[in-house]
T-cell receptor
Framework: DSGVTQTPKHLITATGQRVTLRCSPR?????VYWYQQSLDQGLQFLIQ???????AKGNILERFSAQQFPDLHSELNLSSLELGDSALYFC?????????????FGPGTRLLVL | DAKTTQPTSMDCAEGRAANLPCNHS???????VYWYRQIHSQGPQYIIH???NNETNEMASLIITEDRKSSTLILPHATLRDTAVYYC?????????????FGTGTRLQVTL
């Protein structure tokens, strides 16, 4: 158990819909990261937040957005869903300031868009 | 972040040491080498990391060559539960911004 929690574990929805994935970081971690893993793209970095502010951005679609709240939990919002958005979405957390710190990953949310 | 190259797949007999190589010839002096693994579709699991010196923890050992252009992850006594995809990543933090860039990894199959 990494200490990072993600909800829900599974999500099935239809094209065009909007969903919200939630992540609670490990106690004391200020940074939260979101990654997407699809069959054809592998594990891809989406976005990072540190203490409520966006710090790094990967190949995140404009239809996707994220935020980190004052209690440090984070939400990833996916809108106008397409079939290709079906994937595993992982959240990771770290302290956020050390050159050699480790990111710890949650169990993921499996999204299926029908 | 520097690009890493790993073999696509490897096999290892249970109880034997699994040696997983990684090439990172363009790694910069302050980039760390991190190893993660992913068992089936679970979240990636941190294994070990290092900068210059060899490192060992309860899971594995990491051997980094003196020129830092390659490294080897060693699982000393592989078990069936070590069957997974292993990722070698060159990591550099810039201020409070960072990300892990995953390649395709090595699929390790541990067999009886």
């Amino acid at each position: 158990d990494s200490g990072v929690t993600q909800t829900p574990k599974h999500l099935i929805t239809a094209t065009g819909q909007r969903v919200t994935l939630r992540c609670s970081p490990r106690s004391g971690d200020l940074s939260v990261y979101w990654y997407q893993q699809s069959l054809d793209q592998g594990l891809q970095f989406l976005i990072q937040y540190y203490n409520g502010e966006e710090r790094a951005k990967g190949n995140i679609l404009e239809r996707f957005s994220a935020q980190q709240f004052p209690d440090l939990h984070s939400e990833l919002n996916l809108s106008s869903l397409e079939l290709g958005d079906s994937a595993l979405y992982f959240c990771a957390s770290s302290v956020g300031t050390s050159a050699q710190e480790t990111q710890y990953f949650g169990p993921g949310t499996r999204l299926l868009v029908l | 972040d520097a690009k890493t190259t790993q073999p696509t797949s490897m096999d290892c007999a249970e109880g034997r040491a699994a040696n997983l190589p990684c090439n990172h010839s363009t790694i910069s002096g302050n980039e760390y080498v991190y190893w993660y693994r992913q068992i089936h579709s679970q979240g990636p699991q941190y294994i070990i990391h290092g900068l210059k010196n060899n490192e060992t923890n309860e899971m594995a050992s990491l051997i980094i060559t003196e020129d830092r252009k390659s490294s080897t992850l060693i699982l000393p006594h592989a078990t069936l539960r070590d069957t997974a995809v292993y990722y070698c990543i060159a990591f550099l933090r810039t201020g409070t911004a960072s990300k892990l860039t995953f390649g395709t990894g090595t699929r390790l199959q541990v067999t009886l």
